[in-house]
């Protein structure tokens, strides 16, 4: 076969053959395949995929070079891996979030498991991936957000009362630490926290969101209620610690997501052991795989543990949260890879609500 010879047809079967291995489909019926073209031996193309964490980018990158490099003929092959994030088709809810993609609520059965610091670099995560992300304080009574990230400043508001979220580390940031002095209580009825939440979701300029994660505050109150009612959410993480009375609540937590039809997408191991810094003695603190063995059990993702790691809470106290300020640390990593299942668990939920497109 001479190089004059070679059809798109050819390159596609080539490409047909490469599977995406969480979607289980191959990449050219899923019309990740864009904007082919060959010009003698030349042969350049784009794979766009669901997200741009996508766990497995690099290694389908690697498989379409080498299938196409393996044809008769080609002399060189263009690739450009771009992403385009799905959001849940039918999710809309009139103005509410309208421009966001995918609004992700961080939840705990109980206080104390470390939820905020995990939605908090999982949000900064996938915002180091080149998604669009914001992140919701939801947590009425006791804001942790802003001392996370370092902010103390109030939001800006436009004329017409609309609140402008603020940017830090490439994430848009909202929460009630940002609207009270460091020392003042919430002391708050339900009403008024379902109001304040409400406008969290409906009055602030949050644009054009890949991804909006939302820490809730622990338990199954007022502010869960309120999210669940007025935003579309494509999916729940819940956040448990190994032990038996985190996991109790924890499978509270996920009975509520199912009663109000919101998927879990997944359980999160957090404090899951400590590793000595010193003798590097591994210790399970808490015990270890409590939550894995619970996700099997209720038939939902397990995306991961975060060990117990002095320099997380150094970080948190300090403003510089681990993924932002130790990136090569190997709870940051952990993170990372949590974040890219994650990605990959809404990618698989929203491209099964979809028709798939017409190739090229």
């Given at each position: 076969m001479s190089s004059s010879t070679l059809t798109r047809e050819q390159v596609l079967a080539a490409l047909g053959s490469i599977m995406d291995p969480d979607l289980d489909k191959d990449i050219v019926s899923l019309g990740f395949v864009k904007d082919l073209e060959i010009e003698g031996g030349r042969v350049s193309?784009?794979?766009?995929?669901?997200?741009?964490?996508?766990?497995?980018?690099?290694?389908?990158?690697?498989?379409?070079?080498?299938?196409?490099?393996?044809?008769?003929?080609?002399?060189?092959?263009?690739?450009?891996?771009?992403?385009?994030?799905?959001?849940?088709?039918?999710?809309?809810?009139?103005?509410?979030?309208?421009?966001?993609?995918?609004?992700?609520?961080?939840?705990?059965?109980?206080g104390g498991v470390g939820k905020s610091t995990v939605a908090t670099n999982l949000a900064l995560a996938l915002a180091g991936t080149g998604a669009a992300v914001g992140l919701m304080d939801a947590d009425i009574y006791g804001p942790s957000i802003p001392m996370m990230l370092g902010v103390s400043r109030m939001p800006a508001v436009t004329p017409d009362r609309k609140i402008v979220p603020i940017e830090r580390f490439g994430l848009k940031l909202i929460s009630m630490g940002f609207l009270t002095n460091d020392e003042s209580p919430v002391i708050w009825r339900g009403p008024m926290v379902h109001g304040i939440v409400s406008q969290f979701l409906g009055d602030v300029l949050w644009g054009n969101l890949d991804y909006l994660i939302i820490d809730l505050p622990p338990g199954t109150g007022d502010a869960q209620l309120t999210i669940t009612q007025t935003?579309?959410?494509?999916?729940a993480v819940i956040v448990s610690t190994p032990q038996d009375v985190a996991l109790i609540d924890a499978r509270k937590g996920l009975r509520m997501f199912e009663q109000v039809d919101v998927p879990v997408l997944?359980?999160?191991?957090?404090?899951?052991?400590?590793?000595?810094?010193?003798?590097?003695?591994?210790?399970?603190?808490?015990?270890?795989?409590?939550?894995?063995?619970?996700?099997?059990?209720?038939?939902?993702?397990?995306?991961?543990?975060?060990?117990i790691d002095a320099?997380?809470?150094?970080?948190?106290?300090?403003?510089?949260?681990?993924v932002v300020s130790h990136p090569?640390?190997?709870?940051?990593?952990?993170?990372v890879e949590i974040a890219q299942r994650l990605a990959a668990q809404l990618s698989i939920r929203n491209m099964n609500t979809i028709a798939l497109p017409v190739i090229l």
């Open positions: 193309f784009n794979v766009e995929l669901t997200t741009p964490a996508c766990p497995v980018k690099e290694k389908l990158e690697e498989e379409c070079r080498a299938k196409v490099a393996a044809l008769p003929g080609v002399t060189e092959v263009r690739l450009k891996m771009t992403s385009n994030v799905r959001g849940r088709v039918g999710s809309s809810k009139g103005p509410i979030l309208a421009d966001v993609k995918n609004v992700v609520a961080v939840a705990s059965g109980k935003a579309s959410l494509a999916g997944g359980i999160i191991e957090n404090m899951s052991f400590f590793v000595c810094p010193n003798c590097q003695h591994r210790s399970d603190i808490f015990s270890t795989g409590g939550a894995e063995r619970c996700a099997a059990e209720l038939s939902v993702a397990f995306l991961g543990r975060i060990p320099t997380i809470r150094a970080c948190g106290d300090a403003g510089q949260p681990i090569e640390h190997p709870v940051s990593k952990a993170y």
